[in-house]
T-cell receptor, first 114, second 117 residues
Framework: DAKTTQPPSMDCAEGRAANLPCNHSTISGNEYVYWYRQIHSQGPQYIIHGLKNNETNEMASLIITEDRKSSTLILPHATLRDTAVYYCIVRAPNSGGSNYKLTFGKGTLLTVNP | GAVVSQHPSWVICKSGTSVKIECRSLDFQATTMFWYRQFPKQSLMLMATSNEGSKATYEQGVEKDKFLINHASLTLSTLTVTSAHPEDSSFYIC?????????????FGQGTRLTVV
């Protein structure tokens, strides 16, 4: 799976949009971009994933550049409860259970300030 | 969304004893589950892939005789830390992959905080 690069930390004001970048310049054509987050002392929580089109769900939006070498996770109206470590992961489609491995990098610690 | 439950949420044990952690998928079947370990201020590290009805696959550097994995049913995997030592103190997290779905996301348990004294 391709390697990702994220800033170690970011701050955001409550109520404002949080834009978390991720570089994945070695991504392959069939690899998806996944985002998870981990609130302190909890298990990771799935947020969103995409291949090349922008995606939106009730939690966030995912913007993937046309060359697919980078992406941005957008939390439109950040709240204090969004303070967490956000992980950007690139992986190929699920080709079989035992091949489904999520490799976690160091992620970005997003701190939402009041 | 799908729910994965881990039990216990935290446990304290004495050095030399064994501790069993359970991971259950509550509303879906999972032939494949994964066990991770996370030390303070570090990221999650995959320990092993648990497969129902067959032996687990361990990542390099993880002792299979120390971290026993049993995936006895399609909804339950257990991780037993045998002869625990203080350096085994960590946050253990499982995840489960729903059967029958292509490119779906895996769901994670809430984690188990193990402290060995």
């Amino acid at each position: 799976d391709a390697k990702t690069t994220q800033p170690p930390s970011m701050d955001c004001a409550e109520g404002r949009a949080a834009n978390l970048p991720c570089n994945h310049s070695t991504i392959s054509g069939n690899e998806y971009v996944y985002w998870y987050r981990q609130i302190h002392s909890q298990g990771p929580q799935y947020i969103i994933h995409g291949l090349k089109n922008n995606e939106t769900n009730e939690m966030a939006s995912l913007i993937i550049t046309e060359d697919r070498k980078s992406s941005t996770l957008i939390l439109p109206h950040a709240t204090l409860r969004d303070t967490a470590v956000y992980y950007c992961i690139v992986r190929a489609p699920n080709s079989g259970g035992s091949n489904y491995k999520l490799t976690f990098g160091k992620g970005t610690l997003l701190t939402v300030n009041p | 969304g799908a729910v994965v439950s881990q039990h216990p949420s935290w446990v304290i044990c004495k050095s030399g004893t064994s501790v069993k952690i359970e991971c259950r998928s509550l509303d879906f079947q999972a032939t494949t589950m994964f066990w991770y370990r996370q030390f303070p201020k570090q990221s999650l590290m995959l320990m092993a892939t648990s497969n129902e009805g067959s032996k687990a696959t361990y990542e390099q550097g993880v002792e299979k005789d120390k971290f026993l994995i049993n995936h006895a049913s399609l909804t339950l995997s257990t991780l037993t830390v045998t002869s625990a030592h203080p350096e085994d103190s960590s946050f253990y997290i499982c995840s489960a992959l729903p059967d029958g779905s292509w490119n779906t996301e895996a769901f994670f348990g809430q984690g188990t905080r193990l402290t060995v004294v």
